[in-house]
């Protein structure tokens, strides 16, 4: 039997980077660059004006066959130094029932006005992510020109949206001198199957300092439409403790946008990363007691209906949780 000691072996080996071949374990179709090293990064103004969007979700009642989940979309807007719009975002429902998710979660889909064909499978991570790229959408149509729209996570939506769609979106922006910037908290980027912000970070830190800002150029995601995206990692704060995967477009100088992003990312409590995208975070985030809410109104709504209570609890009592009671 594989013991742990044997599994840290494995790990050591791979946590040591002594391969520099790069990858991306998600899948996705990354050009990397022959060689990945830290530049310096210099600071400069805050962009005119700055948006952020986030997304959340939570699980309110699971009878296996069939869920009901919650999502919603938040966005901020930053300008001149200070927060002037926080938009928490309507909280939808969905009920996902059988393979491919079944026809109501197909109608919420229909009703968020996602761009996929109606056979196409849903489930949440689909719902979730839309209504985060349609808030998106509208970020970039009412920023002022000169913005950054910052997008939590990377600027590759689900695999079920086209990718035509993303690079109508691109092209819009670009048109309107609007720059859509996606800031991954925890990449999945790999160097020798290691993870390679991690490796990236000790290296410059090496070569450039402890209180370096900087950025690498790890590769370039080609679009069907437009310039495509450049991939990027980035330490954009002095005090940081962690440096992140940074997506820009690609017609854009990487250097120039993150000095603008770098600006935008030197708040105390979370130095390195964008408050504005933490606020948004904040802001879409479903916690416990949002799911607890929403199931009590949920099971109002199904005795209003005439669902016996018996029904509703045996439908979606937690059988592990009773059954591991001490």
């Known amino acids: 039997m594989p013991t742990i000691s044997e599994a840290a072996e494995a790990l050591a080996d791979l946590l040591a980077g002594r391969s520099q071949q790069l990858s991306d374990p998600t899948g996705s179709d990354i050009e990397f660059a022959a060689q990945v090293e830290a530049r310096p990064l210099d600071r400069t103004a805050p962009p005119v004006d700055c948006w952020a969007v986030d997304g959340g979700q939570a699980l309110v009642a699971d009878a296996r066959s069939v869920q009901v989940c919650i999502t919603r979309a938040a966005r901020v807007r930053w300008q001149q130094g200070r927060c002037t719009l926080e938009e928490q975002g309507e909280l939808s429902a969905h009920v996902l029932a059988g393979p491919g998710g079944g026809a109501e979660a197909k109608r919420s889909l229909a009703m ?5 064909a109606s056979d196409t499978p849903v489930d949440l991570n689909l719902l979730r992510d839309w209504s985060e790229w349609r808030l998106v959408a509208r970020c970039v149509e009412e920023a002022e020109p000169g913005a950054l729209v910052l997008v939590d996570g990377d600027l590759q939506p689900d695999w079920r949206i086209p990718a035509r769609w993303l690079g109508e979106l691109l092209l819009r922006a670009a048109e309107r001198d609007i720059a859509l910037v996606g800031v991954t908290k925890h990449s999945s980027l790999a160097r020798g199957g290691g993870p390679l912000v991690g490796q990236l970070e000790l290296e410059a830190e090496k070569a450039l300092g402890a209180r370096s800002c ?62 504005s995208l933490s606020v948004a975070d904040r802001l879409a985030s479903c916690p416990g007691w949002l799911r607890e809410e929403a199931w009590a109104e949920l099971d ?12 509703r609890e045996r439908a979606f009592a937690d059988r592990h949780s009773l059954m591991e009671r001490a």
Request: proline residues 10%.
């Open 112 to 116: 968020l006005g996602a761009p996929v």
């Open 214 to 275: 900087w950025w690498a150029p790890v590769g370039i995601l080609r679009a069907e439409l437009g310039p495509g995206l450049s991939v990027v990692v980035a330490r954009l704060d002095p005090d940081a403790r962690f440096a992140f995967r940074v997506d820009l477009p690609g017609d854009r100088d990487p250097a120039a946008l993150l000095g603008q992003l770098s600006a935008l990312a030197d708040d105390a409590a979370f130095p390195g990363y964008p408050y």
């Open 300 to 311: 109002d709504a199904l005795a209003a209906a005439g669902v016996a209570e018996e029904v």
